[in-house]
């Protein structure tokens, strides 16, 4: 049986099939619901606009030539809703249809069957289709979240006024690390969303602490010092975001072990914490604060030499003195536009 409106299973994906013709529609709902699609049937474009009005498909599997309303002028209306615009649209067409197909893809439809339709190819067009639907859903999603991500990052950094900007050049920064050391694309996005999310733990250290401008007592040091653990609290929750941990939770680790917040020592740290540590005490050295100028470049490379198997990971030391300290000057000398 085709599905009503009263029962919809919404687990199963749902196809709109638009078709005149009683045996090819027929035909086609079977081979459908045989593959566990649930299937809504519509005789012509007026009975498919509809069906639209209480059903969103997931996907719409329409003939061109059919009376009252043609497939062309039913995608034609179709598209001009807003919220029907983005719903995968495959057309039917008879082998003696090339202008229709012509004015198709001229309005931008993709994909065509011809019939008669064969089971195999009428289920890998459906299937790619629903699969590019689905990793632009994913795209957005991730898209979503990281301008999110970026919202909360300067908000926190806001309550700084020390460190205008760090957020988006420490982010700078371990994307170039990244690349050099030549991490997924993947793994690059756990990098852009721990970057900047590092020091998302300060959203609970007061005022008076995060905006003081001379040293701190060991009072407000122990306070500030929470800041990884308290960041890893706020999103250990959030699923997408559980990548970010290692570089929220380690970038204050040291490879010899006196760092906070455990200590960690040599490759007991996260590669992710590494890497960060190095990009965050690069940035906080070339930039100026209100209570003190921004180091000399000499001068800090003389600090992550030092540092090399003391406060980083010597390896990832080299990398970035060796690759990312050029393009850092590069960038000084010739700055965006």
């Avoid at 059903?55 to 043609?70: E, G, H, Q, T, Y």
Wanted: aromatic residues 8%.
């Amino acid at each position: 049986m085709h599905a009503n409106f009263a029962r919809m299973n919404i687990s199963r994906k749902q196809i709109l099939l638009v078709e005149d013709n009683h045996f090819m529609r027929d035909t086609i709902a079977r081979m459908l619901e045989l593959e566990h699609f649930e299937v809504f049937i519509a005789e012509n474009g007026l009975d498919g606009l509809e069906i639209l009005k209480k059903v969103r498909p997931d996907l719409i599997l329409s003939d061109i030539n059919m009376p009252a309303m043609d497939g062309i002028t039913f995608y034609k209306t179709m598209r001009a809703i807003p919220a029907l615009a983005a719903i995968p649209f495959i057309f039917l067409t008879a082998n003696d249809a090339p202008e229709a197909i012509q004015e198709g893809r001229e309005l931008g439809v993709e994909d065509y069957l011809t019939k008669p339709v064969e089971t195999k190819d009428l289920l890998a067009i459906i299937n790619a289709r629903l699969l590019r639907v689905a990793d632009v859903q994913i795209a957005h999603i991730g898209q979503a979240y990281l301008d999110t991500v970026t919202i909360l990052a300067n908000s926190i950094e806001g309550r700084d006024p020390y460190t205008f900007g760090h957020v988006e050049r420490v982010t700078k920064y371990a994307r170039w690390m990244g690349e050099a050391l030549n991490w997924s694309s993947k793994r690059m996005r756990g990098l852009e969303f721990g970057a900047r999310l590092h020091d998302i733990g300060k959203i609970v250290v007061p005022d008076n602490v995060l905006k003081k401008a001379g040293p701190l007592s060991q009072s407000e040091w122990n306070l500030m010092q929470q800041h990884p653990t308290r960041g890893v609290k706020i999103i250990h929750e959030i699923k997408l975001l559980r990548e970010t941990i290692p570089y929220i939770l380690c970038h204050h680790e040291k490879w010899d072990g006196t760092g906070y917040p455990n200590r960690l020592k040599g490759e007991e740290i996260p590669l992710e914490g590494r890497l960060l540590a190095i990009v965050d005490v690069f940035d906080a050295l070339t930039t100026a604060r209100p209570y003190r100028a921004a180091r000399k470049l000499e001068e800090v490379v003389h600090v992550l030499r030092k540092g090399a198997g003391t406060h980083f990971d010597p390896y990832l030391a080299g990398v970035f003195l060796e690759k990312i300290l050029p393009r850092y000057m590069a960038e000084v000398e010739n700055p965006p536009a």
